[in-house]
C-alpha cells in the first residue's frame, strides 16, 4: 500500500466522520470505505454506552464479501463486546468463524483520553498478508474514529443541547463586546452593522474615543469561523483596547498587538487581519495602519470619486517584532469612509455571484446625502436583497463614517 | 465538492495538484499530504484547480509552507489566480514568504 493510498483512506474517513453528527448513514460509508481500502471481508463500527452499566450499540456493520458465515454478525458482537467491556485488542488473531471457515480479526477499542468511546472489528480473509503497514494504518484510523464516535455523542445527545444553550450565551457576550454606544464625535455621523453567519463569530468591529481625544476604529477578521474565531476575537480586542490606551500612533499600537499575540497565534498556525485607525475630528485627518485586512473606501461626496487606501502590512501572527507603515489622508465635508470584512464584498447569492466592490460603490454613490445610519441600512437591505435565501457564508461586518 | 490532491513525484521534485475546495473541512487533507512526502527536495502547490478558498485555507497553504522549509524543502505556490494573489497580497504572503515563492500567477478569477 502507497503513502498516497493510505492518505486517501484516512482523508475519507475524517471527511465522512465530519458529515456524522448531521447524517448517520455515513458510519455504513465508513464501514464500505475501510473495507474497500484495507482489503477487510467485513467492518463494524460500535458505539459505547454507559447508562446503568456498560452496554454497546452497532453503528454500521458491511460486509464487502458475499456468503460470509451466519455466526459472522454473533462472534462480531462478542469481540467488539470484550473491545469496550475489557480494552481487550486482537491484532491478526485467526478464528473459526462457523463449522469450516477461518477469519483474521483485528479488533480494538476506540479510546479517548483513556475512555472507551467504541470499538471497530476487520474481517480478513485468512490468506490475508498479516502486515505491518495495514496495522499502522489501522492505528491511525481508530485514533480519528474515536475522536469522531465522541464528537457524535456529544452533538447527538443531552451534551449537544448544553452546547447550543452555552453558544447561546457565547452570542450574548459577543454581542456585548460591541461599543455599548457610538461616541459622539463632532462634526462626523457614525453607524457600524454586524450580521454573523453562526452564533458566534471572529469578524471584530470597535469604536472608541482615545485619551487624546481621537476617534479609534478597529476592524479585523479571525481566520475561521465559529467558536475558535470567537475566542481569538475577544483576546484581539482585549490586546487592542489596551494598547490603545499605551500608545498613540495606529503603528505602534498594531506592533503592540502583534509582539502580544504573535507567540500564541504562530504556535496555532491562526492569523488575525486588523485595522486600527485614527480619526482626527478637528483637522479632517484620518491616520492608519493595516495588519492584512481589506482596505478601507473612501467615496468623496463632492467629485463622486471614490479610492481604497491601500497601506501594506502583514497579518497579526505572521512575523514577530514586524513594523507596521502609518499612512494619512486629508478628509473633506461630505466624504464617506467605509470600514468593512471581506464578508460584505464576497456575499454571494444563489447563483453564486458576489455582492462586490462595485455595488457598494453604487449604495453609496446613490445614498450620499443621507447621514452614516441611513447610508448603512441602505446598504444592509441591498446585501439582503443580493443574498435572497442563499445560505449566508460569512459574517458580514462594516462600519462607516460620514464627514457632515 | 471536497479537495482532491494528485501529487506527481520526479527525482526529488513533487507537484501537488489542488482541486476542488480548499477550507475548513478539507485543510487538513493538504497538510496530511504535505506532511507524507519524503525524500524531496523542492514542492510545487499548484492552485490551478482550486475552485474556492477562505480563511481557514489560506492559513492551510501558510501552514503548509511554513512545515515544509523546516524540512529545508524549496516550496513554490504556482499557478494561482490573479484575484487569489491580491488577497494574499493583501494579508502580506509574499512579504512573509518572498515574492519569489509565487509564480505562474493567471489572469481572472479563481
Given at each position: 500500500?502507497?503513502?498516497?493510498?493510505?492518505?486517501?483512506?484516512?482523508?475519507?474517513?475524517?471527511?465522512?466522520?465530519?458529515?456524522?453528527?448531521?447524517?448517520?448513514?455515513?458510519?455504513?460509508?465508513?464501514?464500505?470505505?475501510?473495507?474497500?481500502?484495507?482489503?477487510?471481508?467485513?467492518?463494524?463500527?460500535?458505539?459505547?454506552?454507559?447508562?446503568?452499566?456498560?452496554?454497546?450499540?452497532?453503528?454500521?456493520?458491511?460486509?464487502?464479501?458475499?456468503?460470509?458465515?451466519?455466526?459472522?454478525?454473533?462472534?462480531?458482537?462478542?469481540?467488539?463486546?470484550?473491545?469496550?467491556?475489557?480494552?481487550?485488542?486482537?491484532?491478526?488473531?485467526?478464528?473459526?468463524?462457523?463449522?469450516?471457515?477461518?477469519?483474521?480479526?483485528?479488533?480494538?477499542?476506540?479510546?479517548?483520553?483513556?475512555?472507551?468511546?467504541?470499538?471497530?472489528?476487520?474481517?480478513?480473509?485468512?490468506?490475508?498478508?498479516?502486515?505491518?503497514?495495514?496495522?499502522?494504518?489501522?492505528?491511525?484510523?481508530?485514533?480519528?474514529?474515536?475522536?469522531?464516535?465522541?464528537?457524535?455523542?456529544?452533538?447527538?445527545?443531552?451534551?449537544?443541547?448544553?452546547?447550543?444553550?452555552?453558544?447561546?450565551?457565547?452570542?450574548?457576550?459577543?454581542?456585548?463586546?460591541?461599543?455599548?454606544?457610538?461616541?459622539?464625535?463632532?462634526?462626523?455621523?457614525?453607524?457600524?452593522?454586524?450580521?454573523?453567519?453562526?452564533?458566534?463569530?471572529?469578524?471584530?468591529?470597535?469604536?472608541?474615543?482615545?485619551?487624546?481625544?481621537?476617534?479609534?476604529?478597529?476592524?479585523?477578521?479571525?481566520?475561521?469561523?465559529?467558536?475558535?474565531?470567537?475566542?481569538?476575537?475577544?483576546?484581539?480586542?482585549?490586546?487592542?483596547?489596551?494598547?490603545?490606551?499605551?500608545?498613540?500612533?495606529?503603528?505602534?499600537?498594531l506592533?503592540?498587538?502583534?509582539?502580544?499575540?504573535?507567540?500564541?497565534?504562530?504556535?496555532?498556525?491562526?492569523?488575525?487581519t486588523l485595522?486600527?485607525?485614527?480619526?482626527?475630528?478637528?483637522?479632517?485627518?484620518?491616520?492608519?495602519?493595516n495588519a492584512g485586512h481589506?482596505?478601507?473606501?473612501?467615496?468623496?461626496?463632492?467629485?463622486?470619486?471614490?479610492?481604497?487606501?491601500?497601506?501594506?502590512g502583514i497579518y497579526i501572527?505572521?512575523?514577530?517584532?514586524?513594523?507596521f507603515?502609518?499612512?494619512?489622508?486629508?478628509?473633506?465635508?461630505?466624504?464617506?469612509?467605509?470600514?468593512?470584512?471581506?464578508?460584505?464584498?464576497?456575499?454571494?447569492?444563489?447563483?453564486?455571484?458576489?455582492?462586490?466592490?462595485?455595488?457598494?460603490?453604487?449604495?453609496?454613490?446613490?445614498?450620499?446625502?443621507?447621514?452614516?445610519?441611513?447610508?448603512?441600512?441602505?446598504?444592509?437591505?441591498?446585501?439582503?436583497?443580493?443574498?435572497?435565501?442563499?445560505?449566508?457564508?460569512?459574517?458580514?461586518?462594516?462600519?462607516?463614517?460620514?464627514?457632515? | 465538492?471536497?479537495?482532491?490532491?494528485?501529487?506527481?513525484?520526479?527525482?526529488?521534485?513533487?507537484?501537488?495538484?489542488?482541486?476542488?475546495?480548499?477550507?475548513?473541512?478539507?485543510?487538513?487533507?493538504?497538510?496530511?499530504?504535505?506532511?507524507?512526502?519524503?525524500?524531496?527536495?523542492?514542492?510545487?502547490?499548484?492552485?490551478?484547480?482550486?475552485?474556492?478558498?477562505?480563511?481557514?485555507?489560506?492559513?492551510?497553504?501558510?501552514?503548509?509552507?511554513?512545515?515544509?522549509?523546516?524540512?529545508?524543502?524549496?516550496?513554490?505556490?504556482?499557478?494561482?489566480?490573479?484575484?487569489?494573489?491580491?488577497?494574499?497580497?493583501?494579508?502580506?504572503?509574499?512579504?512573509?514568504?518572498?515574492?519569489?515563492?509565487?509564480?505562474?500567477?493567471?489572469?481572472?478569477?479563481?
Amino acid at each position: 500500500m502507497t503513502r498516497t493510498e493510505e492518505t486517501e483512506i484516512l482523508y475519507q474517513v475524517c471527511s465522512l466522520l465530519l458529515q456524522a453528527q448531521a447524517d448517520e448513514q455515513a458510519f455504513t460509508e465508513i464501514t464500505c470505505r475501510l473495507c474497500s481500502g484495507l482489503g477487510a471481508s467485513c467492518c463494524s463500527l460500535w458505539l459505547a454506552r454507559s447508562g446503568g452499566g456498560r452496554s454497546q450499540e452497532r453503528l454500521a456493520i458491511y460486509q464487502a464479501v458475499k456468503d460470509l458465515p451466519s455466526e459472522l454478525v454473533n462472534l462480531d458482537f462478542t469481540v467488539a463486546k470484550q473491545a469496550i467491556e475489557q480494552g481487550q485488542s486482537l491484532v491478526w488473531q485467526k478464528l473459526r468463524v462457523g463449522e469450516n471457515q477461518e477469519m483474521l480479526l483485528i479488533a480494538s477499542p476506540l479510546l479517548r483520553q483513556a475512555q472507551v468511546v467504541g470499538a471497530v472489528c476487520l474481517w480478513f480473509a485468512p490468506d490475508t498478508h498479516a502486515g505491518n503497514v495495514t496495522l499502522m494504518l489501522v492505528h491511525q484510523i481508530i485514533r480519528n474514529l474515536a475522536q469522531g464516535i465522541y464528537n457524535y455523542t456529544y452533538h447527538s445527545g443531552v451534551n449537544g443541547r448544553s452546547l447550543s444553550k452555552e453558544l447561546e450565551m457565547a452570542a450574548h457576550i459577543q454581542t456585548g463586546l460591541l461599543p455599548e454606544k457610538i461616541p459622539d464625535i463632532r462634526g462626523i455621523s457614525l453607524a457600524m452593522r454586524s450580521l454573523m453567519a453562526h452564533e458566534v463569530g471572529g469578524d471584530y468591529l470597535d469604536l472608541f474615543q482615545t485619551p487624546n481625544k481621537l476617534l479609534g476604529i478597529a476592524v479585523g477578521d479571525v481566520m475561521g469561523k465559529g467558536i475558535p474565531a470567537a475566542l481569538w476575537m475577544a483576546m484581539t480586542r482585549v490586546a487592542l483596547r489596551t494598547a490603545a490606551r499605551t500608545f498613540s500612533q495606529p503603528d505602534a499600537v498594531l506592533e503592540e498587538v502583534n509582539r502580544g499575540l504573535y507567540p500564541d497565534l504562530a504556535g496555532q498556525s491562526i492569523f488575525v487581519t486588523l485595522q486600527y485607525a485614527l480619526y482626527e475630528p478637528v483637522k479632517k485627518i484620518l491616520f492608519l495602519a493595516n495588519a492584512g485586512h481589506l482596505p478601507p473606501l473612501i467615496y468623496h461626496g463632492r467629485t463622486g470619486q471614490f479610492e481604497l487606501l491601500k497601506v501594506k502590512g502583514i497579518y497579526i501572527g505572521g512575523l514577530e517584532n514586524y513594523k507596521f507603515k502609518l499612512a494619512g489622508v486629508q478628509l473633506k465635508e461630505s466624504d464617506i469612509v467605509l470600514f468593512y470584512s471581506d464578508g460584505v464584498t464576497e456575499a454571494v447569492n444563489a447563483e453564486g455571484q458576489q455582492f462586490g466592490l462595485r455595488k457598494v460603490v453604487d449604495v453609496l454613490e446613490k445614498n450620499a446625502l443621507f447621514s452614516a445610519a441611513e447610508i448603512a441600512d441602505k446598504l444592509i437591505i441591498h446585501l439582503g436583497q443580493h443574498i435572497g435565501d442563499t445560505r449566508q457564508r460569512d459574517d458580514i461586518s462594516f462600519l462607516l463614517f460620514k464627514v457632515e | 465538492m471536497l479537495l482532491q490532491i494528485r501529487t506527481e513525484i520526479s527525482e526529488q521534485r513533487a507537484v501537488l495538484f489542488l482541486e476542488g475546495v480548499l477550507d475548513i473541512s478539507t485543510v487538513d487533507f493538504l497538510l496530511t499530504g504535505v506532511s507524507g512526502l519524503a525524500g524531496v527536495k523542492e514542492v510545487d502547490l499548484d492552485l490551478a484547480g482550486v475552485t474556492f478558498i477562505d480563511s481557514t485555507g489560506i492559513g492551510g497553504i501558510s501552514k503548509a509552507v511554513t512545515k515544509l522549509r523546516e524540512r529545508q524543502i524549496y516550496v513554490k505556490i504556482i499557478n494561482i489566480s490573479a484575484d487569489l494573489f491580491e488577497i494574499f497580497d493583501i494579508l502580506g504572503l509574499p512579504e512573509i514568504f518572498g515574492t519569489e515563492m509565487f509564480e505562474k500567477i493567471r489572469a481572472g478569477n479563481s
